[in-house]
């Protein structure tokens, strides 16, 4: 029975963030209620608060289920550092994570993200949203640094746990560039990341 209750909880969980995620494109973050949200969920309206609190909460959900993807494959990268340069593999990895980030979020959602996270009341929302958006990526690059390093690929002495962070900053800006700039296209993203990757983790290697 707990087997059932979990699978049935799951279920509802990924109604209402389908129906938060089209209904926050829809009308916008701020002019979407929770009502509406459980009305097209087919829920009601106490379970979305039960289950997520807050709209915000709701939101960082959303945000949160973009960034699992890069949690379950960081083994399976770092068992690829022997056929791929430190620049070429880091930015697979980076690559990896964002193609995840937007089969979960659209471009117009990350809009609404962007701007709920700027202006909120509560201080506690950008730390959160940054460390969802950073720790995983941030881990996984770490891991394939460390494992190249360990392999004499990259220079010793060499803070990795720093560069790979460096990394996580230089790929949400270009990220950012890519909600904002219409023009832009996951391609040009792809281009305008690895070549940063190369320009950065290029000196290190050996």
Do not use: C
């Amino acid at each position: 029975m707990a087997g059932l209750r979990e699978k049935q909880k799951a279920q509802r969980r990924a109604l209402i963030e389908k129906a938060a995620a089209d209904l926050f494109v829809e009308k916008g973050f701020a002019d979407t209620t929770i009502e509406e949200i459980a009305e097209r969920a087919l829920v009601s309206a106490p379970t979305v608060y039960n289950y997520y609190g807050t709209k915000g909460d709701l939101l960082l959900a959303l945000v949160a289920r973009g960034e699992e993807g890069i949690e379950e494959a960081q083994d399976d990268f770092s068992k690829q550092t022997g056929t791929h340069t430190p620049s070429e593999l880091v930015a697979k990895v980076i690559h990896s994570n964002v193609n995840d980030t937007l089969s979960a979020l659209s471009r117009e959602l990350w809009g609404h993200v962007v701007a709920f996270v700027a202006t909120a009341s509560d201080p506690a929302v950008a730390p959160r949203y940054i460390e969802t958006i950073a720790s995983g990526l941030g881990t996984a690059i770490e891991s394939v640094l460390r494992k190249y390093q360990d392999d004499g690929k990259l220079r010793a002495g060499t803070d990795m746990h720093e560069l790979a962070f460096l990394l996580t900053r230089m790929e949400r800006i270009h990220f950012l560039n890519y909600v904002y700039l219409k023009d832009m296209t996951v391609e040009d993203l792809h281009n305008a990341i690895a070549a940063d990757v190369a320009m950065i983790v290029g000196p290190y290697e050996i």
